[in-house]
C-alpha cells in the first residue's frame, strides 16, 4: 500500500513540509469537540505523513487530554512523573540552567513496552526564541531503501528495546543519570516491564505498509551476542536517519504535533543553551509489534 499524500479532504487543509514525511494541517480548531468526518480526515493525514503540525491552537490540559483521548487510552510513562494535577501530561521540560534535554536522540516512544505508544501528542506552552525544533524519520522509506537480501535477513529477528539503557553506559539508573541534569522529575517504574523485544520490521496495523523497526532504546537482536548484533544496530539507525528520511518542525507557541510511533523516530534538537523550552506529551496507547 502506498501512501496519498496528495488525498483530496472536504474538512481540512493538509500541506507536506517535506518530500519524506510530515504535513502542517490548517481549517481546524483542536479544542472543539470534533465530529466524527474530522476526526478521521485528520485520521487519514497523520497515517498518510505519519507526522502532522497544527499552529495557533488554544489547548488547556484538558481540552489537550480531550482530544488525545479521541485515539485510545492513554499511556503513562513509566520512567517520567505527569503533571501533578495532571499525571497523564508529562510536561517536557528545559530550564536555562539544564544541560541535557529530554528526547535529544533519535528514538521511537516507549518502545521498550510489550505494547509501545501508537502516537504521541505534543503540544508547545514556550520555546526558545530560536532552536529547539524537532526532527522526524520515515521508517518505511527506511525498509524500502534496504536491499532485498537485507529485508530478508532482518525478517523474523527481534529487537531488544531497554528502557533503563543508562545502565548500560555507566552503571547508573535513568533517574540517578538525569539527577543532576534535568529538571524534569524522573520515577522509578516499579515493576512495570521495560524491557520488550519486538521485529526489527514492523506491519503497521492500518496500513498494512511495512517499516523499520529500531530506535534509541534497541540494545541488541535476539539470538545474538553484543559483538553480532551492535554493528547491526549501528547500521540500521544510521541508514534509518538518512537526511531523505527525515523532516524538521520550528515550534511556535501553540503548535501541536501528532506523531505514528509505529513507523517514526523522532529527536529533540538540544540546540538552545540558556533557554527555556516547555512541552505537554501526552502519549496513547498502542498494540503489540507484529
Ligand atoms: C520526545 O517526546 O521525545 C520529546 C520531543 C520534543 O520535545 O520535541
Known amino acids: 500500500m502506498t501512501a496519498l499524500r496528495n488525498?483530496?479532504?472536504?474538512?481540512i487543509e493538509v500541506h507536506p513540509i517535506a518530500g519524506s514525511l510530515g504535513a502542517e494541517i490548517e481549517g481546524v480548531d483542536l479544542s472543539q469537540e470534533l465530529d466524527d468526518e474530522v476526526l478521521g480526515e485528520i485520521r487519514s493525514a497523520l497515517l498518510d505523513n505519519l507526522v502532522i503540525f497544527a499552529r495557533d491552537q488554544k489547548l488547556t490540559p484538558d481540552?489537550?487530554?480531550?482530544?488525545?483521548?479521541?485515539w485510545g487510552e492513554i499511556h503513562f510513562h513509566p520512567f517520567m512523573q505527569g503533571m501533578d494535577d495532571y499525571p497523564e501530561i508529562l510536561e517536557i521540560k528545559k530550564l536555562p540552567t539544564d544541560k541535557k534535554n529530554f528526547g535529544g536522540s533519535w528514538h521511537s516512544d516507549q518502545q521498550f513496552a510489550p505494547k509501545p505508544a501508537m502516537g504521541t501528542i505534543l503540544y508547545a506552552k514556550q520555546v526558545p526564541s530560536a532552536g529547539g525544533d524537532t526532527m522526524f524519520v520515515n521508517q518505511y522509506l527506511a525498509y524500502e531503501a534496504l536491499s532485498d537480501t537485507m529485508k530478508n535477513m532482518l525478517s523474523g529477528?527481534?529487537?531488544?528495546?531497554i528502557g533503563d539503557n543508562f545502565k548500560g553506559h555507566d552503571g547508573k539508573s535513568r533517574k540517578e543519570f538525569y539527577a543532576d541534569k534535568i529538571s524534569m522529575k524522573v520515577k522509578d517504574p516499579g515493576d512495570v516491564q521495560t524491557?520488550?523485544?519486538?521485529?526489527?520490521?514492523?506491519t503497521h496495523p492500518?496500513?498494512?505498509?511495512?517499516g523499520l523497526y529500531i530506535g534509541g532504546h534497541t540494545h541488541g537482536i535476539e539470538g545474538m551476542t553484543a559483538e553480532e548484533s551492535q554493528p547491526l544496530i549501528d547500521f540500521l539507525m544510521r541508514h534509518s536517519t538518512r537526511p531523505e528520511f527525515t523532516c524538521r518542525f520550528r515550534w511556535q507557541?501553540?503548535?501541536l504535533a501528532f506523531w505514528d510511533n509505529r513507523c517514526t523516530q523522532h529527536y529533540a534538537v538540544n540546540d538552545y543553551p540558556g533557554d527555556t523550552r516547555i512541552m505537554h506529551r501526552i502519549t496513547i496507547c498502542g498494540d503489540t509489534p507484529y
Open 63 to 70: 481540552r489537550q487530554l480531550a482530544f488525545a483521548k479521541r
Open 253 to 255: 507557541t501553540g503548535s
Open 7 to 11: 488525498r483530496e479532504y472536504r474538512h
Open 206 to 210: 492500518e496500513t498494512g505498509r511495512k
Open 157 to 161: 529477528l527481534k529487537g531488544v528495546n
Open 195 to 202: 524491557t520488550s523485544a519486538h521485529p526489527l520490521i514492523r
